[in-house]
């Protein structure tokens, strides 16, 4: 067993924890906070997504002791049913999910993505790195190939991501 | 997963230290492949030493002209610093060809380089694999091998090394520092860092038990157009069939890196001096030996292939 303190959407909390519970178990099993999914369980699709310290990680590949004083933003400190985020907002508008399972790591993801666009860093798709890049239709897919949606909900998850970034897809 | 004792480092020379001391003890960064892997009980660590504490997390310029990259710098962090964007655009590319933005967030420079392989014999513990259980047997071979090596390879073990990022650190002459038990340090150029498999597949590098990678040393930037091209089953998110990282010059000389063919990033240097000769030319150098199986025949081809439009892109 072990201690870590790090703060979940505002709230410092303390846990004590076998060393192998994984930041998401931690998240879902210990604090209840059950909006972030176990979906593979391997970083394979990209439905555990929280925001650590301002970075979208996958939090079921990282262990909780690991975080000790980390600030951790979970779907449930974006936005609430009365007071949504704007990117749930667009993603309720533009339909962009079916089952929803994938759907809180894929708000996650996207909120974290436009930050990513904003501080210049470079994807796969950019066409030159020395030039700051672009928030386009093939830049959101790049960013956005780590959230798997079974349901394909894709177009419409691209579309709603590029309503709240303000241009056109 | 087995359970395992935490900690966190201190000091490099003191992880170093405590990782000898206990045999199966590892070190964990960002751990996005360690804990894949102790989820399945392929990594069975007793002792976790936490080493995301020991500083080794900027990138600095050398006196001659180079960079120094801490080991515990992120893939995203690496890929995105202006100089590596301005001055090893291959690297960048490499960096952004593997994984998801989520695992770039967390995997470092050291981790990368040490990231294990995903054949999915390997990963399947009910097979037998040389690597995992020495000695048990390869369920690779005769198996479904359409991503495994094509040279380089033994009796004991095709599986590749999955990453992309080496492949440019390879074509770049990096070379790795490293701290030991025993407090001394040392530098490793990358060609000789992985391993072949042989007979003994299961070891992978040649860090020595408890060795500690600390940096690794980009020599001054060599001009020419830097261009990694991957070729994989998917636009994104997926392991290479083939890579090629190449830095060309305007004469048309240059270094090649191939990934997804080898267990270690391939690059002939004698195959280099056919490079203004065209692809073909250097495919047949850079393949002399290859072994393909039926499977993976196609990845030959692929190889020249993919340097032809490596080559024709460089020359804009």
Redesign the interface.
């Given at each position: 067993m072990?201690t870590v303190s790090f703060n979940v959407n505002g709230e410092v909390r303390a846990l004590k924890l076998?060393?192998?519970t994984?930041l998401l178990d931690a998240l879902r099993e210990h604090l209840h906070l059950t909006g972030t999914k176990k979906g593979c369980?391997?970083?394979q699709c990209?439905a555990c997504?929280v925001i650590v310290g301002g970075?979208?990680?996958?939090s079921c590949?990282?262990?909780a002791?690991?975080h000790e004083g980390d600030s951790v933003t979970t779907i449930e400190g974006l936005g609430t049913p009365e007071h949504m985020h704007p990117m749930q907002t667009a993603f309720v508008k533009h339909d962009g999910f079916q089952c929803g399972y994938c759907t809180p790591g894929q708000v996650c993801?996207a909120v974290?993505?436009l930050d990513?666009i904003k501080?210049?860093?470079?994807?796969?798709v950019?066409g030159d790195?020395?030039v700051a890049p672009e928030l386009t239709n093939a830049e959101l897919?790049?960013?956005?190939?780590?959230?798997i949606c079974r349901c394909g909900a894709y177009s419409n998850i691209a579309e709603a991501i590029t309503e709240v970034a303000g241009s056109p897809a | 997963?087995k359970?395992?004792?935490?900690e966190k480092a201190h000091s490099p020379a003191a992880a170093a230290a405590a990782a000898v001391r206990t045999s199966d003890a590892k070190f964990?960064a960002g751990?996005?492949n360690l804990?894949?892997l102790m989820?399945l009980e392929i990594e069975t660590p007793s002792r976790?030493i936490?080493v995301?504490g020991l500083g080794f997390d900027k990138v600095e310029m050398t006196p001659e002209g180079g960079l120094r990259i801490g080991a515990l710098v992120r893939n995203?962090a690496l890929?995105?610093d202006e100089r590596v964007?301005?001055d090893y655009?291959l690297l960048?590319?490499a960096l952004?060809?593997g994984?998801?933005?989520?695992?770039r967030?967390?995997a470092t420079t050291a981790g990368n380089l040490l990231q294990r392989t995903r054949c999915p014999y390997f990963y399947d513990t009910n097979q037998p694999c040389n690597k995992r259980n020495p000695g048990s047997g390869c369920a690779a071979i005769g198996g479904i091998t359409r991503q495994h090596a094509v040279i380089g390879s033994s009796d004991a073990c095709i599986a590749t090394h999955p990453s992309d990022m080496a492949i440019a650190m390879r074509a770049l002459d990096a070379t790795v520092q490293t701290v030991r038990p025993d407090g001394t340090t040392r530098d490793i150029p990358i060609a000789d860092l992985h391993r072949l498999p042989g007979d003994t597949p299961h070891l992978e590098t040649t860090l020595a038990a408890g060795e500690l990678i600390t940096s690794v040393t980009l020599p001054k930037p060599v001009g020419g157009a830097h261009i990694y091209r991957k070729v994989r089953d998917?636009?994104?998110?997926a392991f290479a069939l083939v890579s090629v990282g190449a830095i060309v010059q305007r004469d048309g000389t240059g270094r090649v890196a191939v990934g997804g063919i080898a267990h270690k990033p391939w690059r002939v240097e004698a195959a280099e001096a056919e490079m203004p000769h065209g692809a073909k030319a250097v495919a047949t150098r850079l393949l002399d030996g290859a072994k393909p199986t039926r499977d993976n025949t196609f990845k030959l081809a692929l190889v020249e292939r993919t340097l032809a439009a490596v080559l024709t892109e460089a020359k804009g």
């Open positions: 072990a076998d060393t192998r994984t369980d391997h970083g990209g997504t970075q979208r990680i996958n590949l990282t262990l002791v690991m993801s974290a993505v990513e501080a210049g860093i470079p994807s796969h950019t790195l020395n897919r790049e960013r956005m190939s780590g959230n | 997963m359970s395992f004792t935490y964990i751990g996005t804990l894949d989820k976790l936490d995301n995203t890929a995105a964007r301005r655009g960048s590319r952004l060809a994984a998801s933005g989520q695992l967030n967390k998917r636009a994104s998110y």
